[in-house]
């Protein structure tokens, strides 16, 4: 041994200090994860959107119309948000979109694939549910027009809901079980959709329809970039056990500023801690194995194929065609 070793003549040189960008990011994470859900404002935004909801609809569809596909979307939505709660997400949330739809948001805990995918489904499970529990009130009641062709609109709608596009809730379970571990088919897919939308909405001369393949369309190069760049970090499984500490979110803010290289940081920093959490989320996705890939597509198809034609067979046959009276 030398006596260099024995008693070292400089104590050992400080750990470089932390960038206080990580400091402050790794402190958003951190509080992204424990937030709590602010119920008052969610019931704030679910009211005013409603209102919105039923009186451009009203004017625009008419009022029978619009309570109808209150009801359809609201019991859709709900199916979302009985599955999300379930499976412990936080700051579940249910908002209507005037002309539009409506929306069920919330944030897993943990970012689970076949979960999504059954969130998704949960949507027009119990949508359908709901149509047949009207039907078969209907045959009980001698088929009041009001039941019935609620019926109607909410087999359309969830039925629509179930096309496999982007980002309807189809496409998101075929996103989920099968094309979202790899950037390329995800690209195509997201591609696909895009012309199938533009087309629908072109057919079904629904301008408001006509948004959606618009919006997808313009954020397809960065949401190809970002899975590219989530496949690349994947590449390490270091991922899937890592803690959230400094090193981490140094690594998200340096994935982030890749993500953005084309644009000033200004642009992006505001965003920081949710695009990195995003990032955080998805590296660390598990997907389901193909036994579950498997029950996942056949819950599905089920729908799809099984019980959507069986609700409609059920509605031609055993009453009138509905007028839609306004
Ligand atoms: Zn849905």
Not at 91 to 119: C, Q, Y
Not at 255 to 262: C, D, N, R
């Amino acid at each position: 041994m030398s006596a260099s070793e024995l008693s070292p003549s400089e104590p050992p040189a400080p750990p470089p200090l932390p960038d206080t960008a990580d400091v402050n990011l790794l402190a958003a994470l951190i509080a992204r994860g424990e937030n709590a859900s602010s119920k008052r404002s969610s019931n704030t935004v679910l009211l005013i959107t409603i209102a919105l909801f039923v009186g451009l609809g009203g004017f625009y569809w008419g009022w029978h119309m619009v309570l109808y596909l209150l009801v359809a979307i609201a019991l859709h939505e709900i199916g979302h948000v009985i599955a999300m709660r379930a499976f412990g997400y936080k700051n579940v949330r249910m908002l209507f979109i005037p002309l539009f739809g409506g929306l069920a948001t919330g944030e897993p805990r943990e970012s689970d694939a076949a979960k999504n995918a059954m969130v998704a489904l949960a949507g027009p499970a119990f949508g359908l549910v709901t149509a047949a529990a009207a039907i078969a009130l209907a045959y009980t009641l001698g088929s009041p027009p009001m039941l019935v062709e609620f019926a109607w609109i909410s087999l359309l709608l969830n039925a629509f809901n179930l096309l496999p596009l982007v980002p309807l809730d189809g496409g998101q379970v075929a996103n989920d079980t099968l094309f979202s571990r790899y950037p390329v088919l995800e690209l195509i897919f997201r591609l696909l959709a895009v012309a199938a939308l533009g087309w629908l909405a072109f057919a079904l001369q629904a301008w408001v329809l006509a948004l959606l393949p618009v919006f997808l369309l313009i954020s397809t190069p960065l949401a190809y970039r970002r899975a590219c760049l989530i496949r690349d970090a994947r590449l390490d499984p270091s991922w899937q056990t890592r803690h959230l500490d400094l090193e981490a979110a140094a690594m998200l803010r340096a994935i982030v500023a890749t993500l953005f290289k084309s644009v000033a940081p200004s642009a992006y920093e505001k965003k920081l801690p949710e695009h990195a959490h995003g990032l955080w989320m998805d590296i660390r996705k598990r997907f389901p194995g193909p036994g579950r890939t498997t029950a996942l597509l056949a819950a599905y198809l089920t729908l799809c194929l099984i019980v959507v034609p069986v609700i409609a067979m059920l509605l031609v046959v055993g009453f009138e065609s509905p007028v839609f009276a306004q």
